[in-house]
DNA sequence: TAAGATAGGGAACGATCGTTCTCAACGTCA
DNA sequence: TGACGTTGAGAACGATCGTTCCCTATCTTA
């Protein structure tokens, strides 16, 4: 074999590729940065990049996968190093607002490639769905943990937070998001606060609802 | 003079060219949608194009700009129709879900061209923030009408609720996020109680602290 | 050492982009 | 009527995209 590639040598380049095309996709858009600057910033002859990865498409969903290994596995390990299951509910919001505050923050990288790719690739859509559908279980996991059943608005708080501090370049969100989530671990669970939607709700409906 | 172009006929091509150019780019994504297909659609001829719109970029922020003032103006329109300042807050949530149940609904036009040209194109930025800011300050005036001091989780339910239908294409998170604005607009957290706020007080005061 | 397979560097390709230019057609005024 | 100014239709331009191909250097094995 005159090919003097080793196996790990083939794994560290491909995560290198990956660090390159993660951190470029991220800062300046996937459809703004070419393939040739993928090719300078991760040292790989263009050649071999496309023996890692058939296509751009493929590149993009790749980064997008590890990216959601790695940040849905940073927030667990922050998260569940909080022994009270409420108290890790709320640090879910810590930790985003960790994140908010580091430099080059720039939103979502699912819902920016949802802008920019969700109507025109198929498989990053799919894979943007993926990483929401596990954030949620994620968080509904830990929200029922913590004997409540109001998963949803903590998602729906931690989404507007992860969107608004993005286009406002503002970690605020965090803060917000996490005082009204104090505000719903408050409140009585699930049967009593449906009966006061229903409650509020039928004294407003005009058209809508279903 | 030659040109035959009244002021009118002047005014109904550029919005003809507007409305041609803000369904291919919800539709499609902006980076997606060529300039040759703005002309097919619009009837126009690339000429004129220009004309209006010295740069594809200028085209894109016009759009934005005539999109939120169409959105923004719908969505005041029903809100503003409910006479208790309570329900126009809920209001907002209903407007959201018939919006997510339109056909053709892709999530929010801004956080898609802030994922598309939100780090490449500082007017496209601008203009994003601006409609955020708006759409926040319109929440805002809403609830602090309603008499409570819940602004920003309203505000961030709304956005999660946006992005989340969008990529999921479910609407279900209007819902989701409506039943929690009930609860935090039944939550003393402002000082102002009146009976619905009491009754619930008074049945959640186990949990609560931090 | 000779032969051969594979690698990297980068040019090349076809497509498409935003934008400009050409040119014929036409309506208006001297 | 004839010259002019403006228009619409679309070709053309330069740049850039994703992807492929060529060529040479280099390393392995006989």
Redesign the pocket.
């Known amino acids: ?5 080793t196996e790990e040598q083939h794994r560290l ?1 491909r995560e290198a590729l990956l660090d390159a095309a993660e951190r470029l996709f991220y800062e300046r858009g996937i ?7 993928v ?1 300078a910033a991760s ?6 990049i ?2 890692f990865f ?4 493929d ?1 993009v969903v790749a980064v997008l996968k590890r990216r959601d290994r790695r940040w849905r596995g940073d927030l667990a390990a922050h998260v569940e190093r909080v022994p009270d299951p409420r108290e890790r509910v709320l640090a879910v919001f810590d930790w985003l607002a960790e994140w908010f505050a580091q430099p080059g923050f720039r939103g979502c990288a699912w819902a920016n490639a949802y802008g920019e790719l969700g109507s025109s690739s198929e498989a990053v859509l799919a894979e943007v769905r993926s990483h929401k559908q596990a954030f949620h279980d994620q968080i509904a996991a830990w929200v029922r943990a913590a004997g409540v059943a109001v998963a949803e608005p903590v998602f729906l708080l931690a989404e507007g937070a992860i969107v608004t501090a993005g286009i406002s370049g503002d970690p605020a969100p965090a803060r917000h998001a996490r005082a009204a989530v104090v505000t719903l671990l408050a409140t009585p669970s699930s049967g009593t606060a449906d009966a006061l939607t229903e409650l509020t709700a039928s004294t407003s409906m005009d058209a809508s609802l279903n």
């Not at 040292?43 to 071999?48: D, E, H, N």
Request: net charge positive.
């Open positions: 074999m005159p090919a003097p590639i380049d459809q703004a940065v070419g393939m040739d600057e090719r040292g790989l002859p263009l050649k071999r496309y023996r058939a296509a751009k498409e590149l």
